[in-house]
Each structure stands twice: as structure tokens, then as C-alpha cells.
């Protein structure tokens, strides 16, 4: 937050043998609040079982358990829960569930719902990820060393919108990631990360690539880059009890 502002969550209910787990952060535009989901899947729980909860910040005193199933995100474990539209969180589960892999969590009404998905797609866990282009939803993967798909829904929930655009890239695109679509700029380019200090802009026009340089010093050898969007809301206009907010 712009704010530089934290606030104290309530304990959460001690979890063992947790094998695989997920955090979604937003802000509810409907009811002007803050909220934290927590999936969770234990080693001895069979395939597809999860336990999600949900907290209100400054108005829960404790987490509220979902009656439904709330798929885990699928990918690398370093992954932010993906994208936000229409006031929902979406992102690819890690395995199918009831057919589909592609999701959305309305943070409002707090329910889940299936996205269509490209008909006749496969949706891989790997070498994919969710953006935002133009207002737009669209799924990035790879479908070669060489080639880069990239599905723009281009009415929201209609199946039939789905279209296909794509990319020929050369290797040393994706060295040391895959390329994943960060935002689209310029009125007609795609920026592209392909890991740490690794951005090239897609020209949509031109169909071609230009190196996006960026200084920085002393550079890790792994990372990734997201879409920030500064949030000028201030916890304490928000919440109530505004003896659990502080400065950071």
C-alpha cells in the first residue's frame, strides 16, 4: 500500500502436515473492504481436498471457514494468486476440478466461480500465466520452445470470445523463465518479463521485440515481475477498529 500503513490479522487456527498452501489479498469495491483467503491442502488428504477461510480485516475476530472448495493455484510456489477483474481474483487451480482449471473468486460475494475456458484447450500449471491486456483476460503459455499463445477473452464469460494470438520468440526470450505478459503499454505493445532484468516489449503491430532496459544493482538470479497498482485507501478510513492499524 502507497499508504505505508499494516494491519494486525487475527491468529489463524493451527494447521500440520500442511503440503501445499495460498494467500489472495483485495479490496472489495461493493463492500469497501479489505480481505485475506487462505487455501491450505494437507499430505494426507486426497487429491483436490482443501480447506479454505476467509477474514475480514478490522471487522473478523477470527477466520471464517467456506463452505465450498476453493481450488488451489497451480505454478511455481513463488507465484502471486494472479490477477483482479470485475472485482474477483482469478487463476489457474492446480488440478481440474468438476472439468475446469481456470477460476475466479468474487471477494464481495465471496463465492467461487468457473471461468470458461478456450474450448478445446489444454490448460497447463506450467509455462502459463494470467493477465490483463486492454480490460481484457487472457492466458499466456507456451505451446513451443519457440511459440507463445496468448488467449484474449474479449467479452468476459463468453466461451465464443476466446481468441488466439500468437507469438514466434526466439529462446534467449525466456532465459532464465518463461516470458510472462506484464501489462500492455505504448497503445499497442506487450511488456514481457522473462525472469529477473529480463524484459522485452511485443509490438502487436510490427510483430517485433525491443529489449527493455532497467538498472539495478547487485540483481538476484530468480524472479519475476508483476503489475503494481498504487492503492491510495488508507486502513484507518477503512476499518473500524482502527486500534489494529499501524504505520509500517
Known amino acids: 500500500m502507497v499508504t505505508g500503513e499494516c494491519a494486525l490479522l487475527p491468529e489463524p487456527k493451527l494447521v500440520t502436515n500442511v503440503e501445499w498452501g495460498a494467500l489472495l489479498f483485495e479490496f472489495s469495491e461493493i463492500t469497501k473492504e479489505y480481505k485475506v483467503v487462505r487455501i491450505f491442502t494437507r499430505n494426507n488428504w486426497s487429491l483436490g481436498r ?49 472439468g475446469n482449471r481456470l477460476f475466479s473468486f468474487d471477494i464481495g460475494e465471496e463465492k467461487l466461480h468457473p471461468v470458461p475456458q478456450p474450448l478445446g484447450e489444454f490448460i497447463r ?14 492466458i499466456c503459455q507456451l505451446s513451443s520452445c519457440f511459440e507463445l499463445d496468448i488467449w484474449w477473452m474479449k467479452e468476459y464469460g463468453a466461451l465464443k470470445s476466446w481468441t488466439k494470438e500468437t507469438i514466434a520468440i526466439s529462446r534467449n526470450l525466456y532465459q532464465p523463465n518463461y516470458p510472462n505478459p506484464v ?49 491510495f485507501l488508507s486502513l484507518k478510513d477503512l476499518i473500524k477498529s482502527r486500534q489494529n492499524v499501524m504505520d509500517a
Do not use: M
Not at 79 to 92: D, F, K, P, S
Not at 125 to 138: E, S
Open 50 to 98: 482443501n480447506e479454505a477461510s476467509i477474514c475480514t480485516v478490522g471487522t473478523d475476530k477470527g477466520w471464517r471457514v467456506l463452505n465450498q472448495t476453493i481450488p488451489l493455484p497451480g505454478g511455481e510456489e513463488w507465484r502471486i494468486c494472479e490477477v483482479n477483474l470485475n472485482g474477483a481474483l482469478h487463476w489457474i487451480s492446480e488440478n481440474s476440478y468438476l
Open 125 to 138: 500449471t506450467r509455462h502459463n500465466a494470467l493477465a490483463v491486456l486492454k480490460g481484457c483476460l487472457c
Open 183 to 231: 501489462l500492455f503499454w505504448k497503445g499497442q505493445e506487450i511488456l514481457l518479463c522473462g525472469g529477473y532484468s529480463n524484459l522485452v516489449s511485443y509490438d502487436t503491430e510490427k510483430k517485433s521485440f525491443t529489449k527493455v532496459s532497467i538498472s539495478v544493482d547487485d540483481p538476484p538470479r530468480s524472479g519475476n515481475a508483476i503489475l503494481h497498482v498504487p492503492c
